[in-house]
């Protein structure tokens, strides 16, 4: 049973341009929690969702970011128009009761 | 605003003797505590967790302890091994479906 599996693991990409993170939870979860950790920061919550569903999107800024679940395939986090400041590594959590995470290796992005 | 605290960055522990990490928390709505460590490079790795309703939580070398009057708990590890070398998460939630609060981590080192 593989675990979370994000990619890609790095993505580098200039200002201005779209950003798609990919996230598979573990086979059987069904809840797909999103976090970004700035350099010398904690991670900080940005999304939690269930297949086609937004349920807290409480952290994530109001612009340019978006997410979404669908039924089929894995978990994607959009960010359009980066800027330096999107420059975070990007961590994916999946659970199959809302409890006891399992996080994926993350996505590191680059804004150049 | 900081939720979650963890106030020392680092920390530098002898092989074999304990290592004690700290944290303390403001929202009093917290009811479930967790601990992750990570590597780098690496997504979080859940380590141990525990209820508001108890005040101490044992799994192997690692214990948690916590005070809800005093807003805080703590993490202890022994003995300490070199493995452990990592940066150590506290995070707290309201429990049910909502996202994890992180604090910023705390980088231990153990020296051989």
């Known amino acids: 049973n593989a675990g979370v599996m994000q990619n890609p693991r790095h993505l580098v990409r200039r200002r201005g341009q779209e950003a798609r993170l990919r996230c598979s939870p573990m086979?059987?979860?069904?809840?797909v929690y999103w976090y970004r950790q700035l350099p010398e920061e904690g991670l900080k919550f940005m999304v939690y969702?269930?297949?086609?569903?937004?349920?807290?999107e409480s952290g994530m800024p109001k612009e340019r970011f978006s997410a979404e679940f669908p039924k089929e395939g894995p978990s994607i986090l959009r960010i359009q128009q980066v800027v330096r400041g999107d420059s975070a590594a990007y961590f994916c959590?999946?659970?199959?009761?809302?409890?006891?995470?399992?996080f994926g290796s993350g996505t590191r992005l680059t804004v150049v | 605003d900081q939720q979650v605290k963890q106030n020392s960055p680092s920390l530098s522990v002898q092989e074999g003797r304990i290592s004690i990490l700290n944290c303390d928390y403001t929202?009093?709505?917290?009811?479930?505590f967790l601990w992750y460590k990570k590597y780098p490079a690496e997504g979080p790795t859940f380590l141990i967790s525990i209820s508001s309703i108890k005040d101490k939580n044992e799994d192997g070398r690692f214990t948690v302890f916590l005070n809800k009057s005093a807003k805080h708990l703590s993490l202890h590890i022994v003995p300490s091994q070199p493995g452990d070398s990592a940066v150590y998460f506290c995070?707290?939630?309201?429990?049910?479906?909502?996202?994890?609060?992180f604090g910023k981590g705390t980088h231990l080192i153990i020296q051989p």
């Open positions: 969702l269930q297949k086609e569903n937004i349920i807290d």
């Open positions: 929202n009093s709505m917290f009811d479930y």
């Open positions: 086979k059987g979860h069904s809840h």
């Open positions: 995070a707290a939630t309201r429990g049910g479906a909502d996202g994890l609060t």
């Open positions: 959590a999946s659970s199959p009761d809302a409890a006891g995470y399992t």
